[in-house]
């Protein structure tokens, strides 16, 4: 199955700031999915990011705050912007790998003071 | 809307103590019911996909099984390294979004 790295593997940032997280796959996928977990909730789906089209995003999600780069086919970077405390939770990249269902990586974890 | 209700939220089992975790489901349409297993600090590492109610596949103590309401991971004997949190989740539909439960903590005690 892929393997997928991404970094940073943690972040403390102070309020206001952005982050960028990468995610690297080492396969060429064409559908790249970016989760959000937060504590005591289910992995929620930010967006999902196609090589050479604008990513798609879900209900609540906006690109203003989470804008998405999907530069090739194994690569994307997802940014939380001016962020503030409520922002604070794990940020997954994710590719789908038919029958053997989707791959994660090993999560970001965010920390906004 | 696709719903995944997990339950226990946790569970505490002995040594060798079988017992079973419960996924509850709604989908229009099911294309593929996923469970996972999460250590803490990782990402969630994949276990089974079950297809369609009846269905049934295993690995070493674990089994998990599907109806059309719901899927169970059965675990058989289970040791202390089998702590972590059991992911369900589903896609249904034309997308390929999975909806995730919110997870059970297994905590086993030596």
């Known amino acids: 199955s892929a393997v997928i790295s991404q970094k940073p593997s943690r972040d403390i940032c102070q309020r206001g700031t952005s982050l960028t997280i990468q995610c690297q796959v080492d396969?060429?996928?064409?559908?790249m999915f970016w989760y959000r977990q937060q504590p005591g909730q289910s992995l929620t789906l930010i967006a999902t990011?196609?090589?050479?089209?604008?990513?798609?995003?879900e209900s609540g999600f906006v690109i203003d705050k989470f804008p998405i780069s999907r530069p090739n086919l194994t690569f994307s970077t997802l940014t939380v912007s001016n962020m503030s405390p409520e922002d604070s939770s794990i940020y997954l990249c994710?590719?789908?790998?038919?029958?053997?269902?989707?791959?994660f990586g090993s999560g970001t974890r965010l920390t906004v003071v | 809307e696709d719903q995944v209700t997990q339950s226990p939220e946790a569970l505490r089992l002995q040594e060798g103590e079988s017992s079973s975790l419960n996924c509850s489901y709604t989908?229009?349409?099911?294309?593929?019911l996923f469970w996972y297993r999460q250590d803490p600090g990782k990402g969630p590492e994949f276990l089974f996909t079950?297809?369609?109610a009846g269905e049934e596949k295993e690995k070493e103590r674990l089994k998990a099984t599907l109806t059309k309401k719901e899927s169970f991971l059965h675990i058989t004997a289970p040791k202390p390294e089998d702590s972590a949190t059991y992911l369900c989740?589903?896609?249904?539909?034309?997308?390929?979004?999975?909806?995730f439960g919110k997870g059970i903590t297994l905590s086993v005690r030596p």
């Open positions: 994710s590719v789908t790998e038919g029958v053997h269902g989707y791959t």
């Open positions: 396969s060429q996928v064409t559908m």
């Open positions: 990011a196609n090589q050479g089209s604008e990513a798609t995003y």
């Open positions: 989908v229009s349409g099911l294309r593929g």
């Open positions: 079950l297809y369609s």
């Open positions: 989740a589903v896609t249904g539909g034309a997308n390929s979004k999975l909806t």
